[in-house]
């Protein structure tokens, strides 16, 4: 399974890495956004085990950890830039000695310029391959003052590529008609599909990068109705858009979905996370999923899921017949 990011040419691995959690602790509004303890010595030895895998992709964004995360990343692959494709976001304000983020947001040609600087020394690099606006939703205005400044930043050799985070289908379409952009990143997994967005991105020739592959972490079959994750983590703190963990339980539909589907998902002795990566490799051509980790043994069983590949036409009409039935 050979990937290119879209439209820009640049070769990937069809496994990407998210680097949210390895962001360690911040708040988002006033409610923890991170995904509990982290150590970094960990995160490095996963990120240099999943190269040592064949990933090349990895992404993250200023916000996680207010930088944190980036800083971890360009720590990572010190020496070995070249073998790394690096994404990372900006549009979010933040104070990075608090580590408070805001979803009050800011994309004006100067403020793009001094994050894309930033996240250029937290990386330890002076180019990022994939520059993309986390701010979901943006006015006309905002699109397309920030696409200019995006081009300006790629005609300079600052990015190789640029993209845009976001669930809007109707506004990725826009985007990509009116942008040299090369992906667009949406949430999606065999519990949460999204035709609209894989099909703007197959029309266009976009890369469909995926957040949330594993329906942040529920499909890796560890949570039961009786668990219960604390305060201090994403999925507990009382974000009203965490969709598949409401107030630290995983939500029961979703469970029960799961248990409908895990006996095709784990087909072939793949394990449950494979399954799930495999689903979205069966879905489109276009999609690179980019599952979060936190530690060694999560890398492994991710990377895992490459030499599997993507579940075959019948399996993916099963899953989708059992769902529809639900």
Aim: charged share 20%; net charge negative; aromatic share 8%.
């Amino acid at each position: 399974m050979n990937h290119t990011l879209g439209r820009s040419g640049i070769p990937v691995s069809p496994l990407g890495l998210g680097c949210w959690a390895i962001g360690g602790h911040f708040t988002l509004d006033g409610l923890p956004d991170g995904w509990g303890q982290v150590d970094d010595q960990e995160s490095i030895k996963a990120i240099h085990a999943a190269m040592e895998r064949g990933v090349t992709f990895f992404d993250t964004a200023d916000a996680y950890g207010t930088g944190h995360s980036e800083e971890v990343l360009g720590r990572a692959v010190k020496g070995r830039r070249q073998e790394a494709v690096l994404a990372t976001k900006f549009g979010f304000t933040n104070n990075e000695a608090t580590k408070e983020v805001y979803s009050r947001h800011d994309v004006s040609p100067a403020y793009v310029r001094d994050a894309c600087q930033r996240s250029l020394r937290r990386l330890g690099t002076d180019y990022i391959d994939l520059y993309q606006i986390h701010v979901g939703s943006l006015s006309t205005e905002e699109l397309e003052s920030v696409t200019d400044t995006l081009n300006g930043l790629q005609q300079e050799g600052l990015i190789r590529s640029y993209g845009w985070s976001t669930w809007d289908a109707a506004q990725a379409e826009g985007f990509a008609r009116q942008s040299v952009a090369a992906a667009i990143q949406h949430p999606l997994n065999v519990l949460r599909d999204d035709p609209e967005m894989i099909s703007v991105c197959e029309r266009y020739g976009l890369a469909s990068i995926n957040n949330s592959p594993l329906a942040m972490g529920l499909l890796s079959g560890k949570f039961t109705a009786d668990s219960k994750l604390p305060i201090s983590d994403v999925r507990g703190s009382g974000h009203e858009w965490v969709t598949y963990f409401h107030e630290g339980k995983a939500v029961p539909s979703f469970l029960s979905k799961l248990e409908a589907i895990r006996e095709i998902l784990t087909s072939g002795g793949r394990t449950l996370v494979q399954g799930a990566l495999a689903w979205i490799w069966g879905r489109s051509p276009a999609a690179i999923p980019i599952p979060g980790f936190k530690t060694t043994s999560q890398v492994e069983d991710l990377t895992g899921a490459i030499g599997q590949g993507p579940l075959s036409e019948s399996q993916m009409k099963e899953i989708d017949d059992i769902l529809r039935s639900m």
